[in-house]
Nanobody
Framework: VQLQASGGGLVQAGGSLRLSCTTS???????MGWFRQAPGKEREIVAA????????YYADSVKGRFTISRDNAKNTGYLQMNSLNPEDTAVYYC????????????????WGQGTLVTVSS
């Protein structure tokens, strides 16, 4: 299984970005998660979505601003990020899990390489 995250960049506060995560290999029934890691901080979960899309999790810090989605036919997941602020600056990673409680990074088996999001004030 391989994952490739893309879509990061530099954006002004209040702006938007859409991250994409393209997967390959056996990903059936996986949970897709998006994580981020800011300089000097631990990696934290941002959002996660089940294979069917019926179960979705958002970190409190992004609720109402970020939207996770996935298109299994295209083997691609997305993270739409709106109303960005400088605190959202981080390297964003997508990952896949088959755990029952996929809110922690240790529950994720496969990871993409990360894409940098920088939000200027």
């Amino acid at each position: 299984v391989q994952l490739q995250a893309s879509g990061g960049g530099l954006v002004q506060a209040g702006g938007s970005l859409r991250l994409s995560c393209t997967t390959s290999g056996r990903t059936f029934s996986s949970i897709m998660g998006w994580f981020r890691q800011a300089p000097g901080k631990e990696r934290e979960i941002v959002a996660a979505m089940s294979w069917t899309g019926m179960d979705i999790y958002y970190a409190d810090s992004v609720k109402g601003r970020f939207t996770i989605s996935r298109d299994n036919a295209k083997n691609t997941g997305y993270l739409q990020m709106n109303s960005l602020n400088p605190e959202d600056t981080a390297v964003y990673y997508c990952a896949l899990s088959w755990s029952l409680v996929p809110t922690k990074s240790v529950e994720y088996r496969y990871w993409g390489q990360g894409t940098l999001v920088t939000v200027s004030s």
